[in-house]
């Protein structure tokens, strides 16, 4: 099975999205193909961001949801994209989260 295949095949497979958000959308331009092949997962999301808490970013959950929404998921229909949010898991990484 191709990586590509396996990706997009498998609607259950679990998902990690680390860092796509508005702090660093100059640098990411794919956030829109990114929120449709979310749109479709019935798999576990987990979403996690560099949050306000961190020197690095001033994004708030919120702000990270609009961004979100903004990208199309939940196809810019509000309580489609309240059914999707809640279904993911969103940590608040803060920055370094992997260096450890």
């Known amino acids: 099975m191709r990586?590509?295949?396996f990706i997009t095949g498998g609607k259950n497979h679990p998902v990690i999205v680390v860092d796509v958000?508005?702090?660093y959308a100059n640098y990411i331009h794919f956030a829109p193909q990114l929120a449709q092949?979310?749109?479709a997962r019935t798999g576990n999301v987990w979403m996690m961001y560099?949050?306000?808490?961190?020197d690095t970013t001033t994004d708030t959950l919120t702000d990270?949801?609009?961004y979100w929404f903004d990208?199309?998921?939940g196809n810019?229909?509000?309580?489609e994209f309240d059914r999707i949010v809640a279904n993911f898991k969103?940590?608040?990484?803060?920055?370094?989260?992997?260096r450890g």
Not at 76 to 79: G, R
Not at 90 to 98: I, P, R
Request: hydrophobic share 35%.
């Open 76 to 79: 810019e229909d509000p309580e």
């Open 64 to 66: 990270v949801y609009a």
């Open 3 to 5: 990586l590509h295949e």
């Open 90 to 98: 969103w940590t608040d990484k803060g920055y370094a989260f992997f």
């Open 37 to 39: 092949f979310l749109n």
């Open 71 to 73: 990208m199309g998921l």
């Open 50 to 54: 560099n949050g306000d808490r961190s």
């Open 21 to 23: 958000q508005p702090a």
